[in-house]
């Protein structure tokens, strides 16, 4: 059984098409999506479209699904990205944003395996897991020897064998080499790590292995209707950055 990770798709249709053929070429038996599948992006709609008729075995909650999903109050947020939320909403309708206010903050597709957007020890504050301290932090509650999550855009992985927290690059993770993985699948819409390629960790759990993926995408296409939206500049700019 391969699975699909995705994470962070943030409205970049081009980016999730780009991941999805990338996946079927390499004979993923089914996807699962770590939440923000909207926010940020030109595409928040056709983005849920996509990810539904992937008929994932597992969809959990991001934070910009959270804030999509309602009318709650975005006054803490900064203007740009307060506009940007609110464009987002609008663009849902309102059987889209039920859907996303139902999602589960946590799920277990396969036996052992969790998946969360943020940390798994306290997924609905939306933490951010990015140095080794937090990151031992939240291993230490975690209770399933396999954890995935995204929320970061920085694709990076820790590991737990007996006392010690050791952190390794985004690359491939044998699973039987620690007592528990914490392991984040990278960003398909909006990657940070200064890789602008679309993310994605392919999860082979017959060989027990955990690969990250990059796929090239049409970044210019997604910073068009970015800018063709209205929406700040800088979330076009950042996508040829990745960061
Ligand atoms: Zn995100």
Request: hydrophobic share 45%; aromatic share 6%.
């Amino acid at each position: 059984m391969k699975i699909a990770l995705i994470s962070d798709i943030h409205g970049n249709l081009e980016a999730l098409d780009a991941v999805v053929t990338q996946a079927r070429h390499q004979g993923v038996d089914a996807f699962a999506c770590l939440g923000d599948i909207v926010g940020y992006g030109a595409d928040p709609a056709a983005c849920l479209v996509t990810v539904r008729g992937l008929d994932p075995v597992a969809v959990v909650q991001g934070n910009h699904d959270a804030y999509a999903s309602d009318d709650r109050d975005l006054s803490s947020f900064n203007p740009h990205a307060r506009g940007a939320a609110l464009w987002t909403r609008e663009q849902l309708s309102a059987a889209d944003r039920a859907w996303l206010a139902d999602l589960p903050m946590t799920a277990e597709p396969a036996p052992g395996v969790l998946l969360v957007h943020a940390t798994p020890d306290d997924p609905s504050s939306w933490y951010y897991v990015r140095f080794r301290a937090e990151a031992a932090e939240a291993l230490e509650q975690q209770r399933a020897p396999w954890c995935f999550y995204g929320h970061t855009h920085v694709p990076t992985a820790f590991a737990l064998s007996g006392d010690t927290v050791t952190e390794h690059d985004g690359g491939r993770h044998d699973l039987a080499d620690a007592d528990r993985w914490l392991i984040n699948v990278g960003s398909v819409g909006q990657p940070r790590d200064l890789d602008p390629r679309a993310a994605w960790t392919l999860l082979d759990l017959a060989v027990g292995t955990a690969t990250l993926m990059r796929a090239d995408y049409d970044i210019a296409a997604a910073q068009r209707k970015i800018l063709d939206a209205g929406l700040p500049e800088r979330l076009a700019e950042r996508l040829a950055e990745g960061r």
